[in-house]
T-cell receptor, first 113, second 108 residues
Framework: ETGVTQSPTHLIKTRGQQVTLRCSSQSGHNTVSWYQQALGQGPQFIFQ???????GRGNFPPRFSGLQFPNYSSELNVNALELDDSALYLC????????????FGNGTRLTVT | AQRVTQPEKLLSVFKGAPVELKCNYS??????LFWYVQYSRQRLQLLLRHISRESIKGFTADLNKGETSFHLKKPFAQEEDSAMYYCALGDNTDKLIFGTGTRLQVFP
């Protein structure tokens, strides 16, 4: 069983730039969720993808966007980066169903300077 | 509004002592509650969920709808229990709302 993998592990960007984070879901999972975890906080839901469509979104602006591919892998894109976007970005995969357990990746640490 | 509150940022106990990590939630519907754990240098992982009503690694958690709580308990803490613990609320849309987490330190 292959777990959730995320790339890159660390990233440094400048304010105003754009960034793409990648996630490969666990084998057999068809749903991908993205979370933002700021320092000292719990993960905050950004959005979820199922069947290549956004299926729920948290309180994040439109400059946060995503994609899911036919193989269930996913990308998180953030445009016009702001300093407050500095955080750990977690990807989690699951099998669609009410509150099925999330399987998390190790995250991508994004620093915006 | 849906919310999860973990009032303690840090809980320190000695090995063999009982542990209770507090979690309170705010939700108007029928909640699904979870505890996730993150050990040092490991990824966030599910510890237990209330619908399973099972004990994992000696931990249990009972959903108290009257007090809107889902406290995590273990009668005798072990050093390997030291980790970050997050309580999470599911709103039946596959989205989880996490608390801010409690760091459990178990001293020898």
């Amino acid at each position: 069983e292959t777990g959730v993998t995320q790339s890159p592990t660390h990233l440094i960007k400048t304010r105003g730039q754009q960034v793409t984070l990648r996630c490969s879901s666990q084998s057999g999972h068809n749903t991908v969720s993205w979370y933002q975890q700021a320092l000292g906080q719990g993960p905050q839901f950004i959005f979820q993808y199922y069947r290549e469509e956004e299926n729920g979104r948290g309180n994040f602006p439109p400059r946060f966007s995503g994609l899911q591919f036919p193989n269930y892998s996913s990308e998180l894109n953030v445009n016009a980066l702001e300093l407050d976007d500095s955080a750990l970005y977690l990807c989690a995969s699951s099998l669609r169903g009410n509150n099925s357990p999330l399987h998390f990746g190790n995250g991508t640490r994004l620093t915006v300077t | 509004a849906q919310r999860v509150t973990q009032p303690e940022k840090l809980l320190s106990v000695f090995k063999g002592a009982p542990v209770e990590l507090k979690c309170n939630y705010s939700y108007s519907g029928s909640p699904e509650l979870f505890w996730y754990v993150q050990y040092s240098r490991q990824r966030l992982q599910l510890l237990l969920r209330h619908i399973s009503r099972e004990s994992i690694k000696g931990f249990t958690a009972d959903l108290n709808k009257g007090e809107t709580s889902f406290h995590l308990k273990k009668p005798f803490a072990q050093e390997e229990d030291s980790a970050m613990y997050y309580c999470a609320l599911g709103d039946n849309t596959d989205k989880l709302i996490f608390g801010t987490g409690t760091r459990l330190q178990v001293f020898p």
